[in-house]
């Protein structure tokens, strides 16, 4: 694979502008002049210290969330995730999302990825996913504003929660953690 055209000269940014500001993100605008002299404006959403996303497994189930989604307004099937606090680790991160949303600590977290991209075009997020196994009930207090369900399912049910037209599995991030937990698991 070559991969030569990630290494071209970074656009040069001349100024930044904050356009709103909200509780979770800000948005940016940015004058850009690219290498070969061409200017354009671009917008982004920047802020934060980045996010998590927690794919719990105890050996037989992964344990999906039903969570409300303003954003689709909604009740989608996903994994536990949440932001990065202020002078947090992302390992320490996910282990309290686990226990606020969900009820349970991990006592073996692996890293499946670094930094992954969301909609990185307009957004300026990271996010490291988490295999967690060997879990255990504990309960953190969070800020959920009503219960998050858990949804068990086992490995055997996994292919068609990933690759059915009509799955339940909508949301893109909790579809390529959970492909990277059954590589992990090497159960596919």
Sequence with gaps: MDTRSLNKTLPSIGDIKRIKASNFFNIE????????GHKATYERLYGGNGAVLAVPF?????????????????????FVKGKVDKGETSEHAVSRELQEEIGYKSNKITLLKKHMTVAPGMMSLLMDVYLCEELEPHKLDGDEPE?????????????????????????????AALVMAMHQLRAI
């Design 29 to 36: 605008q940015l004058d850009l002049t690219f290498s070969n």
């Design 147 to 175: 219960p998050i369900e858990i949804v068990k399912v086992g490995i055997d049910e996994v292919y068609d929660l990933i690759f059915s037209n009509t799955t339940p599995l909508r949301e893109a991030r909790s579809i």
């Design 58 to 78: 105890d050996g037989r189930d992964f344990y999906l969330i039903s969570e409300y989604s303003c954003g689709t307004h909604s009740y989608e099937l996903g």
